[in-house]
């Protein structure tokens, strides 16, 4: 009988097999470990430097070297609104009677008004006051009548007509009526504000490319823009009112001309090197 001491150990090889194949599976896992960690730091490091936002608050942090400039522009419109402002005053012993006499007339102004093409959503009442007038016989102040002023404003959207129905519109009320003020103005301003705005960028980018070429330096990420513009009120004029007596031969000559919007803005860039 054989001495089983002497039998081949039939088990060996295939326990061997298996601590070669367990070996072999922590050092592929060991591997594909550093392999994820290898690519997600490569990862990162490509996002963050492809990453706009990241590159730009770099670049326009409180300690980067940075370059303000500062554009203006202009654009002109031709006026195609006409707002006058007239007044129409009257007078009375009593304030019932000065306000019922200076409606009568502010009512043949603003009828005039309409019947010229003035829409009555474009015509309002702006003032209205009421006074009484003192005499001071031996210096004790003493009521002798009342006053009225109705301040009227019409928005004339045919500054070709204008002139005719101001000419009409005085000799309506007589000498109770004054014209106080006209100003010309555009119904949509945006059009020529935006070419201002534009224009003002504009200079504002060639500017700032001119110094950073001089200083050595290339433009980097824009890092503010500001708009620095202010709107543009329409502009008054006194208009002195022809007569009563020569209203019919009064001639009132209107021009609009042109007016000029200017924008500014200001740009901040951070600095390179240049390349």
Request: net charge negative; hydrophobic share 40%; charged share 15%.
């Given at each position: 009988?054989?001495?089983?001491?002497?039998?081949?150990?039939?088990l060996?090889?295939a326990t061997?097999?298996r601590?070669?194949h367990r070996?072999g599976r922590?050092l592929?896992?060991?591997a594909?470990?550093?392999?994820v960690v290898?690519?997600?730091?490569?990862?990162?490091?490509t996002?963050?430097?492809?990453d706009?936002v990241?590159?730009?608050?770099?670049?326009?942090?409180?300690?980067?070297?940075?370059?303000?400039?500062?554009?203006?522009?202009?654009?002109?419109?031709?006026?195609d609104?006409?707002t006058?402002?007239v007044q129409?005053?009257?007078?009375?012993?009593s304030a019932?009677?000065?306000?019922a006499?200076?409606?009568?007339e502010?009512?043949?102004a603003?009828?005039?008004?309409?019947?010229?093409?003035v829409q009555a959503?474009?015509?309002?009442?702006?003032?209205?006051?009421?006074?009484?007038?003192?005499?001071?016989?031996?210096?004790?102040?003493t009521?002798t009548g009342?006053?009225v002023?109705?301040?009227?404003?019409?928005t004339?959207?045919?500054i070709?007509?204008?002139?005719?129905?101001?000419?009409?519109?005085?000799?309506?009320?007589?000498?109770?009526l004054q014209?106080?003020?006209i100003?010309?103005?555009?119904?949509?301003?945006s059009?020529?504000?935006?070419?201002?705005?534009?224009?003002?960028?504009?200079?504002?980018?060639t500017?700032?490319?001119?110094l950073?070429?001089?200083?050595?330096?290339?433009l980097?990420?824009?890092?503010?823009?500001?708009?620095?513009s202010q709107?543009?009120?329409?502009?008054?004029?006194?208009?002195?009112?022809?007569?009563a007596?020569n209203?019919?031969?009064a001639?009132v000559?209107?021009?609009s001309?042109q007016?000029?919007q200017?924008?500014?803005?200001s740009?901040?860039?951070?600095?390179e090197?240049?390349g």
């Open positions: 009988m054989p001495d089983e001491r002497d039998a081949p150990d039939l060996e090889p061997a097999g601590g070669r070996s922590v592929l896992a060991v594909v470990g550093l392999a290898i690519a997600g730091v490569a990862l990162g490091l996002v963050s430097r492809s706009p990241s590159s730009r608050q770099a670049s326009c942090g409180p300690t980067a070297p940075k370059l303000s400039v500062v554009g203006t522009g202009q654009a002109t419109v031709t006026p609104t006409l006058v402002v129409v005053d009257a007078g009375g012993s019932s009677v000065a306000l006499t200076d409606n009568t502010a009512a043949g603003l009828t005039t008004f309409e019947a010229g093409g959503k474009d015509i309002t009442t702006s003032g209205l006051s009421l006074q009484p007038q003192y005499a001071y016989p031996k210096g004790i102040p009521v009342y006053e002023n109705n301040t009227v404003t019409a004339l959207r045919d070709s007509k204008s002139g005719a129905i101001i000419d009409a519109v005085v000799g309506s009320a007589g000498n109770a014209i106080e003020s100003g010309f103005s555009s119904a949509d301003p059009i020529a504000q935006n070419q201002a705005r534009a224009r003002a960028a504009a200079q504002a980018v500017h700032a490319r001119a950073a070429r001089a200083a050595g330096r290339s980097g990420p824009v890092c503010s823009l500001t708009d620095q709107a543009v009120e329409p502009g008054f004029d006194q208009l002195a009112a022809p007569s007596g209203a019919s031969e001639s000559p209107i021009s001309g007016q000029t200017t924008a500014q803005v740009l901040v860039y951070s600095l090197r240049a």
